[in-house]
Protein backbone atom coordinates (compact mmCIF):
# COMPACT_ATOMS: atom_id res chain seq x y z
CA UNK A 1 0.00 0.00 0.00
CA UNK A 2 3.01 2.26 0.67
CA UNK A 3 3.77 1.96 -2.82
CA UNK A 4 1.93 4.82 -4.85
CA UNK A 5 3.06 7.04 -2.08
CA UNK A 6 6.89 6.38 -2.58
CA UNK A 7 6.30 6.80 -6.27
CA UNK A 8 4.54 10.34 -5.80
CA UNK A 9 7.32 11.23 -3.21
CA UNK A 10 9.85 10.03 -5.83
CA UNK A 11 8.05 12.02 -8.44
CA UNK A 12 8.09 14.95 -6.34
CA UNK A 13 11.95 15.25 -5.62
CA UNK A 14 12.63 14.40 -9.22
CA UNK A 15 10.60 17.45 -10.26
CA UNK A 16 12.56 19.32 -7.66
CA UNK A 17 15.59 18.66 -8.67
CA UNK A 18 14.96 19.67 -12.33
CA UNK A 19 13.00 22.62 -10.76
CA UNK A 20 16.29 23.62 -8.75
CA UNK A 21 18.81 22.73 -11.75
CA UNK A 22 16.46 25.13 -13.81
CA UNK A 23 16.56 27.71 -11.13
CA UNK A 24 19.96 27.40 -10.73
CA UNK A 25 20.77 27.39 -14.82
CA UNK A 26 19.06 31.21 -14.43
CA UNK A 27 20.36 32.38 -11.19
CA UNK A 28 24.09 31.08 -12.04
CA UNK A 29 24.21 30.90 -15.85
CA UNK A 30 26.70 28.32 -17.72
CA UNK A 31 27.95 31.24 -20.14
CA UNK A 32 30.43 32.86 -16.63
CA UNK A 33 32.68 29.78 -17.07
CA UNK A 34 33.05 30.64 -20.80
CA UNK A 35 36.27 32.86 -20.44
CA UNK A 36 37.68 30.64 -17.92
CA UNK A 37 37.37 27.61 -20.23
CA UNK A 38 38.09 29.32 -23.35
CA UNK A 39 41.50 30.10 -22.19
CA UNK A 40 42.37 27.28 -20.04
CA UNK A 41 40.63 24.81 -22.99
CA UNK A 42 43.07 26.65 -25.96
CA UNK A 43 46.57 28.02 -23.98
CA UNK A 44 46.57 24.71 -21.71
CA UNK A 45 44.63 22.02 -22.63
CA UNK A 46 45.48 22.67 -26.27
CA UNK A 47 49.03 22.52 -25.82
CA UNK A 48 48.70 19.33 -23.68
CA UNK A 49 46.95 17.54 -26.75
CA UNK A 50 49.36 18.64 -28.82
CA UNK A 51 52.07 17.19 -26.96
CA UNK A 52 50.57 13.90 -28.39
CA UNK A 53 50.14 14.33 -31.94
CA UNK A 54 54.22 16.23 -32.44
CA UNK A 55 55.83 13.62 -30.08
CA UNK A 56 55.28 11.79 -33.24
CA UNK A 57 56.59 13.38 -35.58
CA UNK A 58 59.95 14.27 -37.22
CA UNK A 59 59.26 18.73 -35.95
CA UNK A 60 62.32 20.50 -36.09
CA UNK A 61 64.19 23.61 -36.50
CA UNK A 62 65.76 22.17 -39.88
CA UNK A 63 62.89 22.10 -41.97
CA UNK A 64 59.67 23.43 -42.94
CA UNK A 65 57.46 20.13 -42.97
CA UNK A 66 56.40 18.12 -40.33
CA UNK A 67 55.88 14.28 -40.72
CA UNK A 68 54.81 11.38 -38.48
CA UNK A 69 57.73 9.19 -37.36
CA UNK A 70 56.01 6.92 -34.99
CA UNK A 71 57.62 5.79 -31.94
CA UNK A 72 60.81 6.84 -33.55
CA UNK A 73 61.52 9.85 -31.00
CA UNK A 74 61.35 7.48 -28.37
CA UNK A 75 63.55 4.90 -29.63
CA UNK A 76 66.16 7.65 -29.49
CA UNK A 77 65.59 8.80 -26.39
CA UNK A 78 66.02 5.18 -25.00
CA UNK A 79 68.46 4.14 -26.96
CA UNK A 80 71.17 6.66 -25.79
CA UNK A 81 70.04 6.32 -22.58
CA UNK A 82 69.24 10.27 -22.05
CA UNK A 83 65.67 9.11 -21.28
CA UNK A 84 66.23 6.79 -18.30
CA UNK A 85 69.03 9.17 -16.89
CA UNK A 86 67.09 12.19 -16.98
CA UNK A 87 64.04 10.75 -15.03
CA UNK A 88 66.14 8.89 -12.75
CA UNK A 89 67.64 12.22 -11.41
CA UNK A 90 64.35 14.25 -11.86
CA UNK A 91 62.81 11.32 -9.33
CA UNK A 92 65.78 11.98 -7.20
CA UNK A 93 66.25 15.46 -6.97
CA UNK A 94 62.36 15.45 -6.52
CA UNK A 95 62.03 13.49 -3.33
CA UNK A 96 65.03 14.91 -2.13
CA UNK A 97 63.62 18.01 -2.20
CA UNK A 98 60.28 16.88 -0.73
CA UNK A 99 61.68 15.38 1.94
CA UNK A 100 64.49 18.55 2.98
CA UNK A 101 62.15 21.22 2.55
CA UNK A 102 59.48 19.53 4.70
CA UNK A 103 62.35 18.60 7.64
CA UNK A 104 63.73 22.22 7.22
CA UNK A 105 60.76 23.81 7.35
CA UNK A 106 59.24 21.66 10.54
CA UNK A 107 62.47 22.40 12.13
CA UNK A 108 62.00 26.06 11.75
CA UNK A 109 58.26 26.44 12.65
CA UNK A 110 59.00 24.04 15.67
CA UNK A 111 62.33 26.61 16.92
CA UNK A 112 60.00 29.60 16.03
CA UNK A 113 56.90 28.44 17.26
CA UNK A 114 56.22 30.94 20.32
CA UNK A 115 54.95 33.81 19.38
CA UNK A 116 58.12 36.02 20.78
CA UNK A 117 59.47 39.09 19.22
CA UNK A 118 62.83 37.33 18.17
CA UNK A 119 60.36 34.64 16.69
CA UNK A 120 58.71 37.15 14.38
CA UNK A 121 61.61 38.81 12.90
CA UNK A 122 63.21 35.22 12.19
CA UNK A 123 59.81 34.30 10.15
CA UNK A 124 60.23 37.34 8.20
CA UNK A 125 64.21 36.79 7.81
CA UNK A 126 63.45 33.12 6.58
CA UNK A 127 60.61 34.26 4.22
CA UNK A 128 62.79 36.49 2.16
CA UNK A 129 64.06 33.73 0.08
CA UNK A 130 60.76 32.52 -1.15
CA UNK A 131 59.99 35.88 -2.56
CA UNK A 132 63.38 35.99 -4.54
CA UNK A 133 63.20 33.71 -7.94
CA UNK A 134 65.26 30.68 -8.31
CA UNK A 135 67.02 31.70 -10.89
CA UNK A 136 68.75 34.42 -7.97
CA UNK A 137 69.46 32.17 -5.79
CA UNK A 138 70.69 29.65 -7.46
CA UNK A 139 73.56 32.26 -8.94
CA UNK A 140 74.58 33.08 -4.82
CA UNK A 141 74.63 29.77 -4.45
CA UNK A 142 76.78 29.06 -7.62
CA UNK A 143 79.55 31.87 -5.81
CA UNK A 144 78.99 30.33 -2.14
CA UNK A 145 79.69 26.72 -3.60
CA UNK A 146 82.57 27.41 -5.57
CA UNK A 147 85.73 25.32 -4.37
CA UNK A 148 87.53 28.95 -3.56
CA UNK A 149 84.35 29.87 -1.99
CA UNK A 150 82.66 31.22 1.04
CA UNK A 151 81.39 27.73 2.10
CA UNK A 152 84.78 26.32 1.77
CA UNK A 153 86.63 28.89 3.42
CA UNK A 154 84.43 29.22 6.32
CA UNK A 155 84.97 25.37 7.02
CA UNK A 156 88.54 26.05 6.34
CA UNK A 157 88.33 28.51 9.21
CA UNK A 158 86.22 26.17 11.46
CA UNK A 159 88.56 23.15 10.93
CA UNK A 160 91.73 24.81 10.90
CA UNK A 161 92.57 23.11 7.73
CA UNK A 162 92.64 23.57 3.64
CA UNK A 163 89.23 23.10 2.45
CA UNK A 164 88.44 22.27 -1.71
CA UNK A 165 85.62 20.69 -1.50
CA UNK A 166 83.93 21.28 -5.29
CA UNK A 167 80.03 21.48 -4.25
CA UNK A 168 78.99 21.43 -7.37
CA UNK A 169 81.52 19.41 -9.11
CA UNK A 170 80.68 15.94 -7.88
CA UNK A 171 79.00 13.64 -10.13
CA UNK A 172 77.28 11.71 -6.84
CA UNK A 173 76.98 14.36 -4.63
CA UNK A 174 76.41 17.62 -6.65
CA UNK A 175 72.42 16.59 -7.25
CA UNK A 176 71.63 16.29 -3.27
CA UNK A 177 73.63 19.85 -2.65
CA UNK A 178 71.17 21.56 -5.61
CA UNK A 179 67.84 20.05 -3.70
CA UNK A 180 69.52 21.58 -1.14
CA UNK A 181 69.63 24.82 -2.40
CA UNK A 182 65.68 24.48 -3.59
CA UNK A 183 64.88 23.79 -0.30
CA UNK A 184 66.85 26.56 0.74
CA UNK A 185 65.30 29.21 -0.80
CA UNK A 186 61.04 27.24 -0.43
CA UNK A 187 61.81 26.09 3.56
CA UNK A 188 60.33 29.88 4.67
CA UNK A 189 56.95 28.54 2.93
CA UNK A 190 57.08 25.51 4.14
CA UNK A 191 57.89 26.88 7.63
CA UNK A 192 54.66 29.26 7.92
CA UNK A 193 52.46 26.31 6.36
CA UNK A 194 53.48 24.47 9.48
CA UNK A 195 53.17 27.39 11.45
CA UNK A 196 49.57 27.62 10.47
CA UNK A 197 49.18 23.94 11.39
CA UNK A 198 50.39 24.43 14.82
CA UNK A 199 48.14 26.88 15.57
CA UNK A 200 44.93 25.12 14.41
CA UNK A 201 46.01 22.50 17.38
CA UNK A 202 43.68 22.66 20.12
CA UNK A 203 45.31 24.39 23.48
CA UNK A 204 43.40 21.91 25.78
CA UNK A 205 45.35 18.69 24.21
CA UNK A 206 48.58 20.01 24.82
CA UNK A 207 47.56 21.21 27.98
CA UNK A 208 46.40 17.12 28.28
CA UNK A 209 49.60 16.13 27.17
CA UNK A 210 51.54 18.30 29.27
CA UNK A 211 49.70 17.05 32.94
CA UNK A 212 50.23 13.97 31.56
CA UNK A 213 54.11 14.77 31.99
CA UNK A 214 54.94 14.08 28.13
CA UNK A 215 58.24 15.37 27.80
CA UNK A 216 58.53 18.27 24.54
CA UNK A 217 59.47 15.56 22.04
CA UNK A 218 56.75 13.26 23.03
CA UNK A 219 54.30 15.36 22.64
CA UNK A 220 55.59 16.77 19.29
CA UNK A 221 55.52 12.83 18.32
CA UNK A 222 52.39 12.03 19.27
CA UNK A 223 50.56 14.59 19.41
CA UNK A 224 51.83 17.73 16.91
CA UNK A 225 53.14 15.61 13.87
CA UNK A 226 49.61 13.72 13.35
CA UNK A 227 48.11 16.80 13.87
CA UNK A 228 49.84 18.32 11.03
CA UNK A 229 49.06 16.43 8.41
CA UNK A 230 47.14 18.41 6.12
CA UNK A 231 50.14 21.00 6.24
CA UNK A 232 52.35 18.29 5.21
CA UNK A 233 49.76 17.02 2.65
CA UNK A 234 50.49 20.17 1.52
CA UNK A 235 53.67 21.18 1.36
CA UNK A 236 54.91 18.03 0.42
CA UNK A 237 52.71 18.09 -2.90
CA UNK A 238 53.87 21.44 -3.98
CA UNK A 239 57.62 20.62 -3.51
CA UNK A 240 57.08 17.40 -5.49
CA UNK A 241 55.67 18.92 -8.13
CA UNK A 242 57.42 22.30 -8.01
CA UNK A 243 60.23 20.08 -8.15
CA UNK A 244 59.51 17.51 -11.30
CA UNK A 245 58.80 20.55 -12.55
CA UNK A 246 61.85 22.27 -11.76
CA UNK A 247 64.27 24.39 -14.07
CA UNK A 248 65.62 27.27 -13.03
CA UNK A 249 67.56 26.21 -9.74
CA UNK A 250 69.21 23.37 -11.67
CA UNK A 251 70.23 25.86 -14.33
CA UNK A 252 71.45 28.83 -12.29
CA UNK A 253 73.62 25.98 -10.06
CA UNK A 254 75.31 23.39 -12.79
CA UNK A 255 73.06 23.65 -15.73
CA UNK A 256 72.47 19.70 -15.54
CA UNK A 257 76.48 19.05 -15.20
CA UNK A 258 78.95 17.91 -13.86
CA UNK A 259 78.67 15.06 -16.30
CA UNK A 260 74.71 15.31 -16.90
CA UNK A 261 74.71 13.98 -13.17
CA UNK A 262 71.75 16.79 -11.97
CA UNK A 263 70.12 16.98 -15.68
CA UNK A 264 66.42 17.29 -15.17
CA UNK A 265 63.73 16.65 -17.34
CA UNK A 266 63.15 20.56 -17.92
CA UNK A 267 66.65 21.50 -18.25
CA UNK A 268 66.82 18.20 -20.90
CA UNK A 269 63.99 19.58 -22.70
CA UNK A 270 65.66 23.36 -22.66
CA UNK A 271 68.94 21.96 -23.78
CA UNK A 272 67.19 20.21 -26.45
CA UNK A 273 65.21 22.94 -27.72
CA UNK A 274 67.53 24.94 -28.19
CA UNK A 275 69.73 22.57 -30.47
CA UNK A 276 66.41 22.98 -32.25
CA UNK A 277 65.44 19.55 -31.82
CA UNK A 278 61.65 20.38 -31.08
CA UNK A 279 60.29 16.93 -31.44
CA UNK A 280 62.43 15.47 -29.20
CA UNK A 281 62.17 18.35 -26.78
CA UNK A 282 58.01 17.69 -26.96
CA UNK A 283 58.40 14.22 -26.48
CA UNK A 284 60.48 14.94 -23.17
CA UNK A 285 57.96 16.98 -22.29
CA UNK A 286 55.35 14.19 -22.74
CA UNK A 287 57.30 11.87 -20.37
CA UNK A 288 57.22 14.40 -17.63
CA UNK A 289 53.20 14.77 -18.03
CA UNK A 290 53.34 11.05 -17.63
CA UNK A 291 55.67 10.77 -14.81
CA UNK A 292 53.52 13.73 -12.63
CA UNK A 293 50.30 11.47 -13.78
CA UNK A 294 52.00 8.08 -12.45
CA UNK A 295 53.45 10.04 -9.32
CA UNK A 296 51.48 12.89 -8.21
CA UNK A 297 47.97 11.21 -8.05
CA UNK A 298 48.78 8.43 -5.70
CA UNK A 299 50.99 10.68 -3.92
CA UNK A 300 48.72 12.95 -3.12
CA UNK A 301 45.53 10.45 -2.22
CA UNK A 302 48.28 8.46 -0.18
CA UNK A 303 48.34 11.44 1.84
CA UNK A 304 44.87 12.45 2.09
CA UNK A 305 43.91 9.14 3.22
CA UNK A 306 46.77 9.90 5.77
CA UNK A 307 44.95 12.72 6.60
CA UNK A 308 41.40 10.88 7.41
CA UNK A 309 42.89 8.09 9.48
CA UNK A 310 44.71 10.11 11.85
CA UNK B 1 54.74 25.08 22.79
CA UNK B 2 53.80 26.13 26.05
CA UNK B 3 55.76 24.35 28.29
CA UNK B 4 56.52 28.35 28.73
CA UNK B 5 55.85 30.31 31.50
CA UNK B 6 57.20 30.12 34.75
CA UNK B 7 54.42 30.56 37.30
CA UNK B 8 56.27 29.87 40.95
CA UNK B 9 52.45 30.48 42.55
CA UNK B 10 51.04 27.65 40.80
CA UNK B 11 51.08 24.75 42.78
CA UNK B 12 52.94 21.61 41.65
CA UNK B 13 50.90 18.77 41.23
CA UNK B 14 53.55 15.92 41.27
CA UNK B 15 55.07 14.53 44.33
CA UNK B 16 58.52 14.86 42.81
CA UNK B 17 58.01 18.60 43.13
CA UNK B 18 61.92 19.31 42.96
CA UNK B 19 62.12 17.64 39.43
CA UNK B 20 59.40 19.62 37.95
CA UNK B 21 60.82 22.53 39.18
CA UNK B 22 64.27 21.77 37.68
CA UNK B 23 63.12 21.11 34.42
CA UNK B 24 61.00 23.98 34.37
CA UNK B 25 63.71 26.06 35.17
CA UNK B 26 65.89 24.40 32.43
CA UNK B 27 63.07 25.33 30.14
CA UNK B 28 63.04 29.00 31.19
CA UNK B 29 66.72 29.34 30.39
CA UNK B 30 65.85 27.75 27.17
CA UNK B 31 63.28 30.45 26.25
CA UNK B 32 64.73 33.29 27.91
CA UNK B 33 68.36 32.51 26.61
CA UNK B 34 69.76 29.91 24.18
CA UNK B 35 66.35 29.66 22.10
CA UNK B 36 66.64 33.48 20.99
CA UNK B 37 70.47 33.44 20.61
CA UNK B 38 70.13 30.30 18.55
CA UNK B 39 67.46 31.69 16.27
CA UNK B 40 69.37 34.69 15.32
CA UNK B 41 72.73 32.64 15.29
CA UNK B 42 70.68 30.58 12.49
CA UNK B 43 68.79 33.74 10.84
CA UNK B 44 72.46 35.20 10.63
CA UNK B 45 74.21 32.36 8.94
CA UNK B 46 71.27 30.36 6.81
CA UNK B 47 69.88 33.50 5.32
CA UNK B 48 72.62 36.73 6.63
CA UNK B 49 75.82 35.29 4.54
CA UNK B 50 73.84 34.21 0.73
CA UNK B 51 72.27 37.82 1.14
CA UNK B 52 75.32 39.13 2.40
CA UNK B 53 77.43 37.39 -0.40
CA UNK B 54 75.34 38.86 -2.78
CA UNK B 55 75.08 42.16 -1.13
CA UNK B 56 78.86 43.20 -0.96
CA UNK B 57 79.74 41.18 -4.26
CA UNK B 58 77.38 43.77 -5.95
CA UNK B 59 79.42 46.77 -4.19
CA UNK B 60 82.78 45.22 -5.43
CA UNK B 61 84.59 45.98 -8.70
CA UNK B 62 85.06 43.31 -11.77
CA UNK B 63 88.59 42.03 -10.58
CA UNK B 64 87.82 41.59 -6.83
CA UNK B 65 84.21 40.23 -7.56
CA UNK B 66 86.18 37.43 -9.64
CA UNK B 67 86.13 35.33 -6.79
CA UNK B 68 83.02 36.51 -4.88
CA UNK B 69 83.74 36.46 -1.25
CA UNK B 70 82.32 37.84 2.48
CA UNK B 71 84.89 40.16 2.67
CA UNK B 72 84.37 44.04 2.39
CA UNK B 73 85.57 45.70 -0.91
CA UNK B 74 88.31 47.10 -0.95
CA UNK B 75 87.31 49.82 -3.35
CA UNK B 76 83.46 50.26 -3.36
CA UNK B 77 81.42 50.53 -7.15
CA UNK B 78 78.61 50.47 -5.58
CA UNK B 79 76.79 52.92 -7.50
CA UNK B 80 79.09 52.31 -10.63
CA UNK B 81 77.84 48.77 -10.95
CA UNK B 82 74.46 49.74 -10.46
CA UNK B 83 74.43 51.89 -13.11
CA UNK B 84 75.81 49.75 -15.43
CA UNK B 85 73.16 47.29 -14.59
CA UNK B 86 70.80 49.56 -15.24
CA UNK B 87 72.28 50.67 -19.09
CA UNK B 88 73.42 47.08 -20.06
CA UNK B 89 71.11 44.65 -18.43
CA UNK B 90 68.03 47.32 -19.37
CA UNK B 91 66.37 47.22 -16.05
CA UNK B 92 63.75 49.66 -17.14
CA UNK B 93 62.88 47.72 -20.10
CA UNK B 94 62.54 44.46 -18.04
CA UNK B 95 60.54 46.06 -14.87
CA UNK B 96 58.24 47.45 -17.84
CA UNK B 97 57.45 43.99 -19.62
CA UNK B 98 57.87 42.42 -16.24
CA UNK B 99 54.51 44.29 -15.23
CA UNK B 100 53.81 44.33 -18.65
CA UNK B 101 52.99 40.73 -18.42
CA UNK B 102 52.26 40.60 -15.06
CA UNK B 103 49.93 42.71 -14.28
CA UNK B 104 47.20 41.84 -16.86
CA UNK B 105 47.57 37.95 -16.44
CA UNK B 106 46.71 38.56 -12.67
CA UNK B 107 43.51 40.90 -13.17
CA UNK B 108 42.67 38.20 -16.36
CA UNK B 109 42.99 34.95 -14.67
CA UNK B 110 41.46 36.33 -11.52
CA UNK B 111 38.37 38.42 -13.00
CA UNK B 112 37.72 34.66 -15.05
CA UNK B 113 38.57 32.24 -12.23
CA UNK B 114 35.91 34.03 -9.99
CA UNK B 115 33.43 34.62 -12.34
CA UNK B 116 33.76 30.67 -13.28
CA UNK B 117 34.38 29.87 -9.46
CA UNK B 118 30.90 30.95 -8.57
CA UNK B 119 28.98 29.27 -10.92
CA UNK B 120 31.00 25.73 -10.23
CA UNK B 121 30.54 26.24 -6.47
CA UNK B 122 26.83 26.79 -6.50
CA UNK B 123 25.71 24.06 -9.58
CA UNK B 124 24.85 21.15 -8.44
CA UNK B 125 24.96 17.63 -10.86
CA UNK B 126 27.76 15.91 -12.43
CA UNK B 127 28.42 17.81 -15.05
CA UNK B 128 29.53 20.91 -12.76
CA UNK B 129 31.82 18.49 -10.85
CA UNK B 130 33.24 16.92 -14.06
CA UNK B 131 34.03 20.73 -15.20
CA UNK B 132 35.22 21.40 -11.51
CA UNK B 133 37.96 17.97 -11.96
CA UNK B 134 38.90 19.70 -15.43
CA UNK B 135 39.24 22.90 -14.40
CA UNK B 136 41.42 22.13 -11.58
CA UNK B 137 43.69 20.10 -13.22
CA UNK B 138 46.13 22.49 -13.88
CA UNK B 139 46.94 22.59 -10.36
CA UNK B 140 49.01 18.61 -10.94
CA UNK B 141 48.99 18.58 -14.65
CA UNK B 142 52.78 20.38 -15.42
CA UNK B 143 52.05 22.66 -19.20
CA UNK B 144 53.50 21.23 -22.20
CA UNK B 145 55.90 24.13 -22.70
CA UNK B 146 57.42 23.08 -26.40
CA UNK B 147 54.68 22.75 -28.23
CA UNK B 148 53.19 26.50 -26.38
CA UNK B 149 55.56 27.77 -28.49
CA UNK B 150 53.88 25.70 -31.21
CA UNK B 151 50.77 27.08 -30.51
CA UNK B 152 51.75 30.37 -30.29
CA UNK B 153 52.94 30.63 -33.51
CA UNK B 154 49.87 29.49 -35.44
CA UNK B 155 48.20 32.28 -33.51
CA UNK B 156 50.66 34.72 -34.52
CA UNK B 157 51.40 34.99 -31.02
CA UNK B 158 54.57 34.20 -30.94
CA UNK B 159 57.53 36.29 -28.54
CA UNK B 160 54.20 38.38 -27.85
CA UNK B 161 53.00 39.81 -24.63
CA UNK B 162 49.71 39.12 -25.38
CA UNK B 163 50.81 35.59 -25.78
CA UNK B 164 52.26 35.25 -22.67
CA UNK B 165 49.51 36.37 -21.11
CA UNK B 166 47.49 33.94 -21.92
CA UNK B 167 49.35 31.31 -21.35
CA UNK B 168 49.76 32.67 -17.76
CA UNK B 169 46.49 33.13 -17.79
CA UNK B 170 45.87 29.19 -18.51
CA UNK B 171 48.90 28.09 -16.15
CA UNK B 172 47.31 30.07 -13.21
CA UNK B 173 43.54 29.42 -13.63
CA UNK B 174 43.68 26.11 -11.87
CA UNK B 175 44.73 27.60 -8.46
CA UNK B 176 42.54 30.48 -9.14
CA UNK B 177 39.48 28.80 -9.07
CA UNK B 178 40.34 26.16 -6.47
CA UNK B 179 40.81 29.06 -3.88
CA UNK B 180 37.65 30.49 -4.69
CA UNK B 181 35.44 27.72 -5.33
CA UNK B 182 36.28 27.03 -1.74
CA UNK B 183 35.64 30.02 -0.36
CA UNK B 184 32.32 30.94 -2.17
CA UNK B 185 31.08 27.76 -0.45
CA UNK B 186 31.56 29.04 2.61
CA UNK B 187 29.43 32.00 1.66
CA UNK B 188 25.91 31.79 2.61
CA UNK B 189 22.92 31.61 -0.69
CA UNK B 190 21.17 33.26 1.67
CA UNK B 191 23.01 37.00 0.70
CA UNK B 192 22.23 35.93 -3.40
CA UNK B 193 18.82 35.04 -2.87
CA UNK B 194 17.71 38.36 -0.79
CA UNK B 195 19.03 40.36 -4.24
CA UNK B 196 17.57 37.85 -7.06
CA UNK B 197 14.07 38.36 -5.11
CA UNK B 198 14.76 42.07 -5.56
CA UNK B 199 15.15 41.82 -8.97
CA UNK B 200 18.81 41.97 -9.12
CA UNK B 201 20.66 39.88 -12.45
CA UNK B 202 23.18 37.73 -12.38
CA UNK B 203 26.01 40.01 -13.21
CA UNK B 204 24.55 42.03 -10.85
CA UNK B 205 24.72 39.74 -8.27
CA UNK B 206 28.53 38.94 -9.07
CA UNK B 207 30.53 42.33 -9.12
CA UNK B 208 27.97 43.60 -6.12
CA UNK B 209 27.72 41.02 -3.55
CA UNK B 210 29.67 38.25 -4.61
CA UNK B 211 33.10 39.93 -5.93
CA UNK B 212 33.28 42.01 -2.85
CA UNK B 213 33.13 39.31 -0.50
CA UNK B 214 35.67 37.89 -2.04
CA UNK B 215 38.51 40.11 -1.27
CA UNK B 216 40.29 37.80 1.29
CA UNK B 217 40.77 34.97 -1.06
CA UNK B 218 41.79 37.06 -3.99
CA UNK B 219 44.18 38.24 -2.17
CA UNK B 220 46.15 35.33 -1.25
CA UNK B 221 45.53 33.97 -4.71
CA UNK B 222 46.75 37.29 -6.52
CA UNK B 223 50.12 37.60 -3.97
CA UNK B 224 50.57 33.80 -5.34
CA UNK B 225 49.83 34.32 -8.63
CA UNK B 226 52.02 37.72 -8.84
CA UNK B 227 55.11 35.62 -7.08
CA UNK B 228 54.94 32.73 -9.74
CA UNK B 229 55.07 35.05 -12.58
CA UNK B 230 57.32 37.62 -10.86
CA UNK B 231 59.87 34.90 -10.88
CA UNK B 232 59.16 32.79 -13.83
CA UNK B 233 62.33 32.69 -16.37
CA UNK B 234 61.46 29.31 -17.54
CA UNK B 235 58.01 29.77 -19.51
CA UNK B 236 59.05 33.44 -20.57
CA UNK B 237 62.56 31.93 -21.87
CA UNK B 238 60.03 29.95 -24.35
CA UNK B 239 57.65 32.36 -24.99
CA UNK B 240 59.40 35.84 -25.06
CA UNK B 241 62.47 34.76 -26.05
CA UNK B 242 63.12 36.23 -29.68
CA UNK B 243 61.18 38.84 -29.24
CA UNK B 244 61.44 42.55 -27.87
CA UNK B 245 59.86 42.27 -25.13
CA UNK B 246 62.09 41.32 -21.82
CA UNK B 247 61.63 41.02 -18.39
CA UNK B 248 63.78 41.70 -15.33
CA UNK B 249 64.52 37.63 -14.53
CA UNK B 250 64.78 37.13 -18.26
CA UNK B 251 67.66 39.90 -18.60
CA UNK B 252 69.09 38.56 -15.53
CA UNK B 253 69.34 35.04 -16.90
CA UNK B 254 71.00 36.98 -20.16
CA UNK B 255 73.97 38.60 -17.90
CA UNK B 256 74.39 35.45 -16.22
CA UNK B 257 74.64 33.55 -19.29
CA UNK B 258 77.25 36.11 -20.91
CA UNK B 259 79.50 34.97 -17.71
CA UNK B 260 80.76 32.33 -19.67
CA UNK B 261 83.12 35.08 -21.17
CA UNK B 262 83.52 37.41 -18.62
CA UNK B 263 83.30 37.02 -14.65
CA UNK B 264 80.95 39.82 -14.00
CA UNK B 265 80.06 38.68 -10.65
CA UNK B 266 79.09 42.31 -9.46
CA UNK B 267 76.52 43.27 -12.45
CA UNK B 268 74.85 39.84 -11.91
CA UNK B 269 74.32 40.28 -8.41
CA UNK B 270 73.79 44.25 -8.61
CA UNK B 271 71.18 42.50 -10.98
CA UNK B 272 70.05 40.29 -8.79
CA UNK B 273 69.38 42.99 -5.52
CA UNK B 274 67.28 45.06 -8.11
CA UNK B 275 64.96 42.64 -9.49
CA UNK B 276 64.42 41.36 -5.95
CA UNK B 277 64.13 44.62 -4.68
CA UNK B 278 60.82 44.84 -5.84
CA UNK B 279 58.99 41.89 -4.08
CA UNK B 280 61.01 42.63 -0.80
CA UNK B 281 59.48 46.36 -0.22
CA UNK B 282 55.85 45.26 -0.83
CA UNK B 283 56.52 42.39 1.49
CA UNK B 284 57.92 44.95 4.03
CA UNK B 285 54.81 47.02 3.96
CA UNK B 286 52.13 43.92 4.01
CA UNK B 287 54.12 41.24 5.63
CA UNK B 288 51.21 40.59 7.72
CA UNK B 289 48.36 40.24 5.31
CA UNK B 290 50.75 38.02 3.22
CA UNK B 291 51.75 35.38 5.07
CA UNK B 292 48.05 35.07 6.93
CA UNK B 293 46.73 35.38 3.47
CA UNK B 294 49.13 32.98 2.06
CA UNK B 295 48.72 30.35 4.97
CA UNK B 296 44.84 31.16 4.64
CA UNK B 297 44.31 29.16 1.98
CA UNK B 298 46.77 26.43 2.51
CA UNK B 299 45.81 24.77 5.75
CA UNK B 300 41.98 24.23 6.12
Redesign the interface.
Known amino acids: MAHPIVDAERQLQRRDARM??RR?A?????R??L???A??G???F???V??FI?AFTD?SAFKSDINFVGFENFASLLGDGSLFTALRVTLIYAALVGIMQNVFGLGLA?????D?R??R?????????????????G???Q??L?P???VN??LALVSGQNVHIAWLGDTTWTLVVVAFVNS?KWMG?AM??F???LK?IP?DV?EAA??D?AS?WK?FLRVKFPLLA??IT?NFATAL?GS??G??TVQ?TTAGGPAQTTEVL?IY??QI?GYGL?AQ??TM??V??FL??VL??PV?GYLRKRENVL | ????TLRPSQPV??GAAGAARSSRRKAGAW?RLI??L???A??AV??????W??LI?SAKSQGEAN????SMPTQWHLLDNYQRAFSEGEVWRGLFGSLLVMVPSVV??I???S??A???A????RLAAV?YA??IS?L????????????LRQLGLASTPVGMI??Y???Y??IV?FFITGFVRTIPIEL?EAA?IDGAR?VR??FTIILPLLRPVIATATILVC?YI??D??YA??VLGGGSTTTL?LN??QI?SSNLYQNN?NL??AY?VI??LP??VV?IFA?RKI?SG???G???
Open positions: SEQSSHPAFLPAFVLVFFLPTFNYWLLFERTVNFARVIFFIPVLMSALAVYIFALKAGAEIWLIILAGTELRMGATPAFLLNFDANIFFYATSLLFVLAFV | MSTTRSHQPLVALCVVGIPLLATLPDLGVLFGLAWILRRSGLAAGILPPAVVTIVLLFIMGMMSIERPIFLWNVFFFQLFAWIFVSSLLFQIITGAVK
